[in-house]
């Protein structure tokens, strides 16, 4: 997908405007008698639980003067089990049900963008929860009548939860894109479930402590709607991550998948720099760049596995869309499909990330609790995740060039974890496995390197992932090159001279 093919899709709203994905999705929805059964026993279970409290407050002798903040919470926790358990669990297998290939669906024989698609699958979803919250609003409201709770917390704390219930609704969107078979989506789904009830439990505890801080009497301070407004804005900027690669993974694999992505990443992370350092510069406190930081190291390093994923060779589609501009031709080179541009862009995005915070420490050293071993652990596990990847690369290139390409981000986990591993089980046989062990004799294992390590031991660290990076950097210099030759974009066929007679 070129530039332009973004600015098509994401700017005309007026196709925007009527989705016929929602109509669809809405239209099954109402007719299943899955969504119905399910709102109907949410209604159900709201109000037992109203009359179970109306009932026991009749039959005590002192009015309860908190019955309705006693009764908010357990809304509250009927409204998050029954949101968190069932709409992302339906949108999802929906989503995943239409990318068996045995169905070929809505996915495969409309016309519509996949980002039309998955914006309308994203619509379902937020619908779905509205109804659910608009049921359930009644008796949220009706709990202000009974005292211990005021109806600004209690808007405020059900557009939280119908805020994060949308999150998670485009996280389940997203895995059900996942091209893995369904042993693997059986396992997301367990996972999901254990991972819900955590987020339950801590959306729950987070409700309970907004209501009891009082959020209608700070909702007067500026520095409230700061702290709401960095939130929502953190969440919004993750949920667009997860729209943006759930549509690169049902785009077809001709199309440039990379672009959309690497760019939403790479505003993101300059967006997020940008507000970090404002807030260092307003306040001193260098430590707030590691809200910054973290995650960046994170995202780049799971960036770093889909990126050595890409096929070396590019399609006719992404080979027309390629600037005929030098300079142009250079900048698309790090956001297009390839494992080369891909190497390249996460490199820069973390050398930029780290020398960033570097300079801040040396600006702000009073404030900085970030030493020399965090440092030093960020510069190492890097060097070694890109030592690792340029061998996954060589590996697949030299002896399983005929498999597929995303192999070798495989190929990178499991070096990773077998380098971690094997020793220690090499030594448990030996009867020599020690933690002290395991810290000094692993060398090459970036799961080793941690800042509690003296400093001998991270400079035998450094060294080692030096020189194993730059003999893997000489080994694919050839491959490289022949990437950044081939990256030109396809010639026109020109008519041959007319004959003469």
Not at 47 to 73: C, K, Y
Not at 94 to 108: F, G, K, T
Not at 171 to 190: D, E, M, T
Request: aromatic share 14%; hydrophobic share 55%; proline share 4%.
């Amino acid at each position: 997908m070129s530039i332009a093919g973004i600015k098509r899709h994401f700017t005309n709203w007026r196709e925007w405007e009527f989705n016929p994905i929602v109509i669809k999705e809405l239209r099954q929805g109402v007719r299943s008698w899955t969504v119905t059964g399910m709102l109907m026993l949410f209604l159900v279970v709201l109000f037992i639980a109203s009359v179970g409290f109306l009932v026991t407050q009749s039959f005590n002798a002192s009015p309860d003067l908190a019955l309705g903040g006693s009764m908010f919470s357990t809304f509250i926790v009927i409204l998050a089990g029954a949101s968190f358990f069932f709409i992302p669990l339906y949108i999802g297998v929906r989503v995943a049900s239409e990318r068996q290939d045995n169905n070929p669906d809505l996915l495969y024989v409309t016309t519509l963008s996949p980002a039309r698609i998955i914006f309308g699958k994203f619509l379902c979803g937020a619908y779905i929860a509205l109804l659910f919250f608009s049921a359930c609003m009644p008796f949220m409201a009706f709990t202000n009548l009974l005292r211990g709770v005021d109806l600004p917390t209690v808007f405020f704390i059900l557009g939280f939860l119908f805020l994060v219930v949308c999150a998670a609704n485009m996280i389940a969107i997203f895995l059900a894109c996942l091209p893995v078979s369904r042993p693997f989506r059986f396992l997301f789904i367990l996972y999901s479930v254990f991972q819900s009830i955590a987020l339950i439990s801590s959306l729950v505890a987070t409700s309970f402590r907004m209501m009891r801080s009082g959020i209608g009497a700070m909702m007067a301070g500026r520095d409230f709607w700061i702290g709401t407004l960095t939130v929502v804005g953190i969440g919004v900027a993750a949920t667009g991550l997860f729209f943006v690669m759930a549509v690169a993974l049902i785009s077809p694999q001709s199309t440039n998948r990379a672009l959309p992505v690497r760019i939403y990443l790479t505003i993101i992370w300059l967006l997020a720099g940008l507000v970090s350092f404002g807030w260092v510069v307003q306040t001193g406190d260098v430590r707030l760049m590691s809200a910054w930081t973290y995650p960046t190291f994170i995202v780049m390093m799971l960036a770093l596995l889909v990126a050595i994923s890409n096929a070396d060779q590019l399609s006719l589609r992404v080979r027309r869309t390629i600037p005929q501009s030098g300079l142009k031709r250079v900048a698309a080179f790090f956001f297009f499909n390839g494992a080369a541009g891909g190497l390249i862009w996460v490199a820069a995005i973390m050398a930029l990330t780290f020398s960033a915070t570097k300079t801040l420490l040396l600006a702000f050293p009073t404030s900085a609790t970030t030493g020399d071993e965090n440092e030093s652990w960020f510069t190492t596990t890097a060097i070694y995740a890109f030592a690792y990847a340029l061998t996954a690369l060589l590996i697949h290139r030299k002896f399983l060039p005929k498999r597929p390409h995303k192999l070798a981000g495989l190929l990178a986990v499991l070096l990773a974890g077998a380098w971690a591993i094997v020793p220690s089980i090499v030594l448990f046989f030996l009867n020599q496995l020690s933690w002290k062990s395991v810290e000094g004799l692993q060398l090459g294992n970036m799961f080793n390197v941690t800042p509690r390590l003296d400093t001998g031991q991270r400079l035998l660290h450094f060294i080692f992932a030096t020189i194993w990076l730059v003999i893997m950097v000489l080994l694919n210099a050839k491959w490289f090159l022949a990437q950044v030759k081939n990256f030109h974009p396809l010639q026109r066929d020109v008519a041959p001279p007319p004959m003469l007679e």
